[in-house]
Each structure stands twice: as C-alpha cells, then as structure tokens.
C-alpha cells in the first residue's frame, strides 16, 4: 500500500512517511524507569501523539510494562462539572484501551466511586489489576479547565505516593503548553502560574523542530517508494520556510507531490515548493486555524506586536513570553534573539491580521489596470495615494495590533488590487523595523519596502533606499516602491502629508518614494 505525507491525527508508520518518533525523546525510558511522573509539551502537530503512541506499543511489546495512551479531551465538554467529565473520560479510556493493548492487558471494570474520586479510582484499579507495572500517558490534558481540571491533578497528586503498587508506576501530562499556563478560573487568576497541584513532576519536556537533515531523510522515503526526487534547494527552501515545524513540513510535501506535481517523474524543485507555500497561506488549514484564531489574546499581542514592528517591547512578564513560545508562535534564535516562529508563520499572522481591515474597506475601480489587462504601477500609485488620503485614517483603527496598523492597511489594499489575478508576498523582516512585499500580477512585479518614521528616530528614507536596493538586486528588477509612514506625534492629518516622488537610487534604480 503506497504511503503519503499526513497532515491529520498521528502518524502510522504503514501509511505514513515519517521519521522515527521515539528519537526525538531519548530521555523517556529513563525517566519511565525511574517511576517518574513527568509533563512532555510541545506546540500542536510536532509529533507528541506520534512518538508518545510508538513508545507506548514499543514497551507493551517489549513485555515489561502495561503502557497506553489515553485522551482526556472528552471531558472538556464539562469543565465545570468534574463528574460528568470524570465520565466521559473513562468510557473513552476503556475504548483507548481495547485497540491499544492485548486483551490480557484490558483494564478492569472501572470501580463505582463519587464524583471528583473517579479517576483516581479507576487508575488505583488498573494498577491492582495488571500483572506488569503501569505506565499511562495523558494526552491532551490542557484541554481540561477549570474544576474539571484542577480535580484531575489533585487527584493524580493524591495517588502519587502510593505508586507503583496501587497507582501507576509512571505517567505522563501531554499538552500544548506546560502546567503553570493551564487554564483555570479560581483565586482570581486565569492560569496555575506554578505546577500545584502537580508539583510531583520530576520533568517538564518539548519537542523540537526537525532538523534540515531530518527533512532530506524525511523527503526521500517519497523518493525510495516512488522516484520522485526533490532537489536539494527544494528541501533547502522547505526548511527555511518552516523553521523545520513537522506539519509544515509535511502539508509542504504533500501540497507538492499529490497537487502541483503528481506526476512522479517531475522532480520537486524550489519552485514548486515556493508554490505549495502560496497555497498554505491562501488555505490556512485547520492546524494555521488554530492559532490564527488566537492572535487577538492579549497576552499574545504583548509578544507579538512589538515584534512584527520591530519596536522595544514594554515589560512582558517572563510567563507571558514563555506561553508564546510553547504554543510555537515564537521561537528564540541563537544570534537574532525572538522571532516569529518560522516566515510561513509570518506570512499567515500579517495576512490574519488585515483581514478585518480587509472586510471594512471601499469599494474601488481597478484604474490600476490598463486596456491589455496588465497593473500599471503608475496608475497604481496614484490609486494608494487616493485611498490613503481618504480611508487611511479610519482603517488604521481596524486592527488591535496598532503599531503595524498602516502596514496592515498596506496590505488588505494590495490584496484588493491582485483579488485573485496575482499575488503578494511578505517577507518580514523581524526586529528591523521594515517589511519586504512583492506585488506580482502577470508579467509586472513590484517590489515594496516599508518603513515607519516614529518619534525620537530620524528619517528611515537613507535606510530605506538602501536596504529596497539590496531587495531589488535578490529579485532583479529595477524599479521599487519604498513607502513610509510617518507614525510620529502631532503632524498634519494624513491626507495633507500623503506625497509621492521618484528618485534615483546610489545604484541607478527608479525609486517611488511614497510618505504617508
């Protein structure tokens, strides 16, 4: 049976490519023999389910421990009643346990017991009963809140002295984020801040990202079962593009292979995969979904914001910024400090965020666009000029994000242009105060530099022309946009500071300068 590139639910190592799950977590066995109790968290689609599921059958097979992987996601339903979700837990852990293990290994009948005691209850069982020590790992667990979920931990905390004989010999919380930020709604706070009432786990674990070789091996399993080959500057761009994220990795491939080039004697270059990015960003599938939805917390706009602006950030507690990172929205590098996450990621969060701008802007005439059907920069020009003088100012409120709102107004103006008969692509440039857009609709491509001018700063126009330069040199045009807006204090309202002229750059480029 052929196998393919999976972007949904676990991956099964007769359907699916993929790389050994268990090689990622070394330490695991250790920390399971040593009857540890344990948190392993990692932001979604990086493999937690896969390689907990693996070292699950793995040690079940090997015949010294009863192992099995069980959801807690049922009970979320009922958050504030911890019997009813006590409930539905249980009857999807005796399910869990059916196709997991064999039937000698099946647990018992989960023992009557009052609500709030029953999970417990049932692990103290499971433990009496089985004839090898037990080892459970808890997968999602922060979907639990409230007292559903403080009512699990405590439990969970009340059997640990008494494993291994009468209580689970070792376990495991799997989630997204670690345990001080599971959310909770009690003392007036929002979230745990501490690990009570799990102050019993000896470790809290994540996973990484693949690394570029784990991509090249990952891609040519395809190769090895099909002869499709993709070049080497088409995993290079795969991993640039994702930071090595597994589910971009995979949706890249599988965009490539079962879309864009099917037939298995093309080869896979840069270009299909530059491609198959384009249309992860236009889809935004429901893992992109996920924290798309999110954007707007704000706890993550405090992170997020000063970043895409490239702004000093106000005092961001250490909690906060550590929350960003577990959900995989941000990521610390060893010579830029934070960063986005990965530049798909990048591109998803700027297209996210001038959606709303998008929806609530005028209606305009494509004057952009000339009798052969091709966008005329000039006309295109004097069309932004028009907009911004008259919509500038109200839309810049559209967004909570207000530090890059004029990029953001930018933007869904750009997006309305192309609507369809071409495409922007973003390129930010994380804590360097600018954004690289290229505007491209039939045979015209557009190159655009965005500054902003804010107060104590001089004027970015220098910088600004050097930096569109080097940007119109990688992309071998000419001729370029650089635009800035002018965010500083008292100034004449926008339409009376809205200007354009064209200069020569230092290095013979025809430059459009636009302030705004």
Known sequence: MPRWFNTTGPCRPELHYMLSPTARLPDLTRLIDQQQYFVLHAPRQTG??????????????????????????????????????????????SDAATWQLPAALHPPTWPDATPGARIGAALRAWALASSRPLVVFLDEIDALQDAALISVLRQLRAGFPRRPTVFPWA????GLRDVRDYKIASGGRDRLTTASPFNIKAESLTMGNFTAADVAALYQQHTDATGQIF??????LAYTLTSGQPWLINALARQ??????????????AAII?????????????????????????????????????????????????????????????????????PIYAAIILRSLATTTRAFMPAMLPTWIDAQGQL??????????????????????TTAYHEIAPHLVLMAFLDRVVNGGGRVERELAV????????????????????????????????????????????????TGWLVIFDQRRNLPPIAERTTAETITSPNGRQVTVIRA
């Not at 070049?231 to 290079?236: C, E, F, G, H």
Request: hydrophobic share 45%; with cysteine; charged share 25%.
């Open 48 to 93: 937690k389910t896969t390689a907990m599921l693996a070292l699950a059958q793995s040690l079940t097979a090997a015949g010294t421990y009863t192992t099995v992987v069980l959801t807690m996601e049922v009970g979320a339903a009922f958050n504030d009643d911890p019997g009813a979700a006590e409930r539905a837990i249980l009857d999807d852990w």
């Open 171 to 174: 376990l495991a919380l799997i």
């Open 231 to 236: 070049t080497t500057d088409a995993i290079d």
């Open 256 to 269: 490539a292979v079962e879309v864009l080039a099917p037939d298995p004697a093309q080869p896979i270059d």
């Open 274 to 342: 530059d491609a198959a990015k384009t249309r992860l960003i236009q889809r935004q599938d429901t893992h992109l979904d996920s924290f798309v939805d999110r954007l707007e917390e704000s706890r993550i706009c405090a992170v997020l914001e000063p970043l895409l602006a490239g702004t000093v950030p106000a005092n961001v507690p250490v909690d906060d910024l550590q929350f960003v990172q577990d959900l995989g929205l941000v990521r610390l590098d060893p010579q830029a400090g934070l960063v986005i996450a990965n």
């Open 376 to 397: 005329n920069p000039e006309r295109l020009r004097e069309a932004f000029l028009t907009f911004w003088r008259q919509h500038g100012q109200p839309l810049l409120g």
């Open 431 to 478: 804590g360097r105060g600018r954004l690289d857009l290229r505007l491209e609709y039939g045979s015209v491509v557009l190159p655009i530099e965005v500054k902003v001018w804010r107060d104590g700063a001089s004027d970015p126009l220098s910088d600004g022309i050097t930096q569109l330069d080097g940007y119109l040199q990688g992309l071998g045009e000419a």
